[in-house]
T-cell receptor, first 115, second 113 residues
Framework: AQTVTQSQPEMSVQEAETVTLSCTYD???????LFWYKQPPSRQMILVIR??????QNATENRFSVNFQKAAKSFSLKISDSQLGDAAMYFCAYGDNFGNEKLTFGTGTRLTIIP | NAGVMQNPRHLVRRRGQEARLRCSPM?????VYWYRQLPEEGLKFMVY????????ESGMPKERFSAEFPKEGPSILRIQQVVRGDSAAYFC???????????FGSGTQLSVL
């Protein structure tokens, strides 16, 4: 079974600075998807970024980028120029190549932005 | 285009009662997924449905839990004879196809007294 590990329960960063959230996973598959989701206090899960394992290029979305190391099974999220609105729980998730139905989530990292 | 709509947002039930959670997927989406989030944990997959069909219910407890997605109307997650351990946030998500982007609702927080 796939597992996703987020070893940082809490992180904090000064506004406008850069922060990196860690995620490692375990799988025997070669094709799969990786995701970072943001969960603000409103509770809604918001997709931040998605990476397809067969793509070597790291995905980016504006201030958000990932460092995908397939051999190391590592998938970290970098947030540049942190803003107060980035404060939330961040979940790393794994999805197999067949679809969305069995996403495996990590336990999350609570990110605090210090003004 | 409205997002995934879940209601109620909060639901309080006493032990032994039934809980019905509703999910209206995004317009044009025929794939619906239910996840459960226990306090301080990530989401756990429960069930995957397409219109009128349960595709995968491997994450659903074998007893008391059921889900449906009828031809007309929202998807329903039903929990019979609730117990305190059922207290959690239940999230619904939808997609246009299996590998398309997944959109989540804001969840239903179920509290069992």
């Amino acid at each position: 079974a796939q597992t996703v590990t987020q070893s940082q329960p809490e992180m904090s960063v000064q506004e406008a600075e850069t922060v990196t959230l860690s995620c490692t996973y375990d799988t025997s598959e070669s094709d799969y998807y990786l995701f970072w989701y943001k969960q603000p206090p409103s509770r809604q899960m918001i997709l931040v970024i998605r990476q397809e394992a067969y793509k070597q290029q790291n995905a980016t979305e504006n201030r958000f980028s990932v460092n995908f190391q397939k051999a190391a099974k590592s998938f970290s999220l970098k947030i540049s120029d942190s803003q107060l609105g980035d404060a939330a729980m961040y979940f790393c998730a794994y999805g197999d190549n067949f679809g969305n139905e069995k996403l495996t989530f990590g336990t999350g990292t609570r990110l605090t932005i210090i003004p | 285009n409205a997002g995934v709509m879940q209601n109620p947002r909060h639901l309080v039930r006493r032990r032994g009662q039934e809980a019905r959670l509703r999910c209206s997927p995004m317009k044009g989406h025929s794939h619906v997924y239910w996840y459960r989030q226990l306090p301080e944990e990530g989401l756990k997959f429960m069930v995957y449905l397409q219109k009128e069909n349960i595709i995968d219910e491997s994450g659903m407890p074998k007893e008391r839990f059921s889900a449906e997605f009828p031809k007309e109307g929202p998807s329903i997650l039903r929990i019979q004879q609730v117990v305190r351990g059922d207290s959690a946030a239940y999230f619904c998500a939808s997609s246009q196809d299996r590998n398309e982007k997944l959109f989540f609702g804001s969840g239903t927080q179920l509290s069992v007294l």
